[in-house]
């Protein structure tokens, strides 16, 4: 018998609002998941935990399950890894402390950006700023929005494909933790950690077996390998690995509103593991609606 008393329907666990870089607020995003026939959704800002009493509160009237959750930013030298983190206590001092300095190092660093990008094309911080809201996690998706305003890409895709490229000569990087200190923070704050998408840049760059070994050993829950940007080869490779270190297995649709194609459900996990997740989390309990 599930131990959660979710809602009839999907469960889609990698949503992001506009406290972050979606296009929708919390409460729009709830009343989106109902739409859309969702069952059980967990909202997962990029470092931010700010839209949980809105999310929460919607999810309340429209009868969803909430799952309060973030996508932690991490890194591997210059590779960008991405943890989810589920049910932790968003008041722990080491959660609250890091995710900050990220928060600060990402405004810093699309500061940066956009003065680089203002020396090639009409851009300036104010244009940026008009594309975000109040309290959200400035990035480089605000930046591609702001490009898209100015009449310098057709999409955020558009933009993040050429300007934002890593490529393009205006890219930095931001502070990010390594993704074993992560994992230790989340769970020392009642969490369960999830690798987001570990798939997208194919079997040259899977997260090596030493390496997955250690986060398994140190609390790594499982592996979001239904995600439509996992490479096919590469998803096996890990959901191979992911059996051989006792993983849990996740599928999301990292929707983001109007900012990207992926659409609510297109991916998603099932009810056993979304038990596993439940009887682990121990910061924040669900939220039944």
Not at 167 to 192: F, M, N, T
């Amino acid at each position: 018998m599930s131990v959660v008393r979710q809602r009839r329907g999907p469960i889609d666990l990698h949503t992001h609002s506009s406290v972050s870089d979606g296009t929708e607020t919390p409460a729009q995003l709830m009343r989106a998941a109902k739409a859309a026939g969702l069952g059980t959704v967990a909202l997962t800002d990029h470092d931010s935990t700010a839209g949980w009493e809105e999310a929460a509160r919607v999810a309340r009237l429209e009868a969803l399950t909430l799952i309060p959750g973030m996508e932690f930013s991490t890194r591997v030298d210059y590779a960008s890894v991405h943890l989810l983190a589920y049910l932790f206590d968003p008041t722990d001092a080491g959660i609250v402390a890091e995710t900050a300095r990220i928060r600060s190092a990402r405004l810093t660093r699309a500061e940066q950006m956009v003065q680089r990008i203002g020396f090639d094309y009409a851009l300036t911080w104010d244009d940026v700023l008009a594309q975000t809201t109040p309290d959200a996690t400035v990035g480089r998706p605000h930046i591609a929005d702001a490009l898209v305003a100015r009449g310098h890409a057709v999409t955020r895709s558009d933009a993040f494909a050429g300007i934002l490229h890593w490529k393009s000569g205006y890219y930095q990087p931001h502070y990010a933790p390594d993704p074993l200190r992560a994992i230790e923070l989340v769970r020392a704050a009642g969490g369960v950690p999830v690798i987001a998408h570990p798939a997208t840049r194919g079997v040259a760059d899977v997260v090596p077996e030493k390496r997955l070994a250690r986060l398994a050993e140190a609390g790594l829950f499982g592996l979001e390998l239904g995600h439509r940007e996992n490479q096919p080869a590469a998803t096996a490779r890990l959901a191979e690995l992911a059996e051989k270190y006792g993983l849990f297995v996740t599928g999301s649709s990292d929707y983001h509103g109007t900012g990207k194609p992926n659409r609510l459900g297109e991916n998603t996990t099932t009810p056993e593991v979304l038990d596993r997740i439940v009887e682990q989390g121990r910061g924040s309990a669900p939220i039944y609606g």
